[in-house]
């Protein structure tokens, strides 16, 4: 069974950098970030695949770095990261890490991922 566990996070003024760690164990091939904002539906981040293509929101496009520390085994445990860089904010969000043993996209808005962390808040103030 796939399971998540984040750290990372944390408040910083616009202009600033924070990086989110999602530790996973289990077959993973689709892992992603997601972020709710309050009153906010949830929306994808970025995802990354087991061959490194990557998706981004065109919000973060250019100031987010979705990676990952594993080789292209989907089952060996494995840590997602977020660099996040310049935050702004309208960044402001519970963040979650997700994943699942199939390939999704990002589009989906996280609704097609079973898996996922315990969601870590970022703050940025102005």
């Known amino acids: 069974r796939l399971q998540l566990v984040e750290s990372g996070g944390g408040s910083v003024q616009a202009g600033g950098s924070l990086t989110l760690s999602c530790a996973a164990s289990?077959?993973?091939?689709?892992m992603g970030w997601f972020r709710q904002a309050p009153g906010r539906e949830r929306e994808g981040v970025a995802i990354?695949?087991?061959?490194?293509?990557?998706?981004?929101?065109?919000?973060v496009k250019g100031r987010f770095t979705i990676s990952k520390n594993s080789t292209g085994n989907t089952s060996y445990p494995k840590t997602l990261y977020l660099q996040m860089n310049n935050l702004k904010p309208e960044d402001t969000a519970m963040y979650y890490c997700?994943?699942?043993?199939?390939?999704?996209?990002?589009?989906?808005?996280?609704?097609?991922?079973?898996?996922w962390g315990q969601g870590t808040q970022v703050t940025v103030s102005s």
């Open positions: 997700a994943a699942e043993p199939r390939r999704r996209p990002l589009s989906s808005g996280g609704s097609d991922f079973r898996f």
């Open positions: 289990g077959n993973t091939v689709s």
């Open positions: 990354i695949y087991p061959d490194r293509q990557t998706t981004y929101a065109d919000s």
